[in-house]
């Protein structure tokens, strides 16, 4: 297994020989390595399992270490980076030449981000490159939110995993492209989209296309467990199962049928936030127990509640 540990030294001298190492972020974890450094990306994508078509965030410190492998921003980028950086914001940008095109998967943009979270900024701030991370979780599975998560299933495939405890956000960063300099929302994530609008005014919000996806956290199975997850009303599902085969995602309430054991209740006070910590430590924890089925509720679709119900449809959806 991976060693889980806070030394910020040992994870820049595995980096700088082109390693991965896992780091907290405020959203999830990711599985970083020299985004500059085609080597280190492959191993990415190796470890992942993640298909080449699918492009990495990269993970800077600073605006201003930005200019160093994108070409301009938007002033529309440049106001929603200022306001919300650090934090979970990514914006596609274009690139420069000294981003392997492994690293955007072709394209001639790349997402960049700077993560809310003192070890990793820390860590970004003593290394001479910026770090390529998606999510460290097997292509379409849930994201994880601790390092235990990261440590189950990629533990065996990386040395490290910087330990930045439990993460704040739990969802992914939300992602805005520009389309001739318009604010494009290409998934829905840990800044609200009422927020993104008092910014910049109106947005688009790009539909999911499975197809030819622009962001493929917008396949429309994705972040699912193993499990079969139902959404609907939670009161009307469970008659149509025996109480030992079903566990429950609830919003705020438990429903009485079923045993406590076997639910798991995202906020007791109905808080948005804290629904969205909890969200994927829910799927991940009744994915392993004895049930075969997830009945699942969605939450009120404002806020922080659009990107949480988005994840749990994706998750809903069939591969
Ligand atoms: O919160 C997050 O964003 C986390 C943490 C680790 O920063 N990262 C994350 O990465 O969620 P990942 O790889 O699981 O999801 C990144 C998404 C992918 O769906 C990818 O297609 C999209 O970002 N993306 C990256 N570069 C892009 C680009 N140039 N154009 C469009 N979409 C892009
Ligand atoms: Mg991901």
Redesign the pocket.
């Known amino acids: 297994m991976a060693i889980i540990d806070t030394d910020i030294a040992t994870a820049v001298d595995l980096l700088g020989q082109s390693q991965l190492v896992a780091?907290p972020?405020e959203?999830?974890?990711?599985l970083a390595g020299n985004a500059m450094n085609a080597a280190a990306v492959s191993e990415i994508f190796r470890v992942k399992e993640?298909p080449s078509f699918?492009?990495?965030?990269v993970?800077t410190h600073s605006i201003d270490r930005i200019s160093e492998f994108t070409n301009g921003m938007p002033l529309a980028a440049l106001e929603l980076a200022q306001a919300l950086w650090p934090g979970?914001l990514?914006l596609?940008l274009p690139?420069k030449d000294n981003i392997p095109y492994l690293t955007?998967?072709g394209?001639e943009?790349?997402?960049v981000?700077i993560?809310d979270h003192s070890l990793t900024l820390e860590l970004l701030s003593e290394l001479e490159f910026p770090l390529a991370?998606?999510?460290?979780n097997p292509f379409g599975y849930i994201?994880p939110t601790q390092p235990e998560h990261v440590n189950e299933q990629l533990g065996q495939k990386i040395p490290y995993i910087l330990d930045g405890g439990v993460c704040r956000v739990g969802i992914?960063?939300t992602?805005v492209?520009f389309e001739n300099d318009i604010p494009v929302i290409?998934?829905m994530?840990?800044i609200e989209v009422e927020k993104i609008i008092e910014i910049v005014g109106e947005v688009n919000v790009e539909k999911t296309s499975s197809s030819n996806?622009?962001?493929?956290?917008?396949l429309k199975s994705h972040y699912a467990p193993l499990k079969k997850v139902i959404i609907g009303s939670i009161e009307r599902m469970i008659h149509d199962y025996k109480t030992e085969e079903i566990s429950i995602i609830a919003f705020s309430e438990e429903v009485e049928q079923v045993p406590s054991s076997q639910q798991f209740v995202l906020s007791r006070s109905g808080d948005l936030s804290e629904a969205a910590q909890n969200l994927f430590k829910a799927l991940r924890t009744l994915d392993k127990n004895n049930t075969s089925v997830i009945l699942a509720e969605l939450v009120p679709d404002k806020g922080l509640g659009r990107a949480i119900n988005d994840r749990l449809i994706r998750a809903s959806t069939t591969h």
Do not use: C, F, W
């Open positions: 780091i972020t959203t999830v974890y990711g993640r699918d492009p990495l965030i993970h979970p990514t596609i690139r955007t998967s394209l943009t790349v997402g981000r993560p991370a998606p999510s460290a994201s992914e960063s992602i492209g290409y998934r994530g840990g996806p622009k962001s493929p956290g917008m």
